[in-house]
T-cell receptor
Framework: QKEVEQNSGPLSVPEGAIASLNCTYS??????FFWYRQYSGKSPELIMS????GDKEDGRFTAQLNKASQYVSLLIRDSQPSDSATYLC??????????FGSGTRLQVQP | DTGVSQNPRHKITKRGQNVTFRCDPI?????LYWYRQTLGQGPEFLTY????????KSRLLSDRFSAERPKGSFSTLEIQRTEQGDSAMYLC????????????FGEGSRLTVL
């Protein structure tokens, strides 16, 4: 079992729709969770971090964390073509380095 | 300088040659990470420095790989006797804020081994 699992996609949504990206993790002791966006040929950039159960909203982005079920999700409201990218889930397992999933590719259709 | 700078951005080399990548992290941040990313995969942790001390190395870091961070400033990652399987993007990262896992990545150094 991978430590951090994501559906590779592609996830295709129409412009203006809500995109829902999911991530599960195996280490129950994990405390910190992050979403990174990566455009093709570019390096990852941090878009959200979440540390406690529940929802955290930042503009069109909402991160959701459920530690009991060991999943993290990212919702993107009013999706735009510029949101088309690979979204990486990362987990801090306490071993000093983030563990990344393999990413979900999102395609927003104009 | 508030960013993470990496060079060279691209390196094409023949199998068996040695290559070295350099990372200049966010100023005054004492932690520095190296990751490797291959196509279709997320970044994989290679090694981590706290100041000049290399505190953790992944099992991915074979004896052909060596990383240094003299004086706790810039860092270098050297790969000796490159193999085609070493072809990847090598990413350097600093935390946005000391003590957090929120990483700011450099633009990466893409290695192609022919």
């Amino acid at each position: 079992q991978k430590e951090v699992e994501q559906n590779s996609g592609p996830l295709s949504v129409p412009e203006g729709a809500i995109a829902s990206l999911n991530c599960t993790y195996s280490d129950r002791g994990s405390q910190s969770f992050f979403w990174y966006r990566q455009y093709s040929g570019k390096s990852p950039e941090l878009i959200m971090s979440i540390y406690s159960n529940g929802d955290k909203e930042d503009g069109r982005f909402t991160a959701q964390l459920n530690k009991a079920s060991q999943y993290v999700s990212l919702l993107i409201r009013d999706s735009q073509p510029s949101d088309s990218a690979t979204y990486l889930c990362a987990v801090d397992t306490g071993r000093r380095a983030l563990t990344f999933g393999s990413g979900t590719r999102l395609q927003v259709q104009p | 300088d508030t960013g993470v700078s990496q060079n060279p951005r691209h390196k094409i080399t023949k199998r068996g040659q040695n290559v070295t990548f350099r990372c200049d992290p966010i100023s005054e941040h004492n932690r520095l990470y190296w990751y490797r990313q291959t196509l279709g995969q997320g970044p994989e942790f290679l090694t981590y420095f706290q100041n000049e001390a290399q505190l953790e190395k992944s099992r991915l870091l074979s004896d052909r790989f060596s990383a240094e961070r003299p004086k706790g400033s810039f860092s270098t990652l050297e790969i000796q006797r490159t193999e085609q399987g070493d072809s990847a993007m090598y990413l350097c990262a600093s935390p946005y804020h000391t003590g957090t896992g929120e990483l700011f990545f450099g633009e990466g150094s893409r290695l192609t081994v022919l």
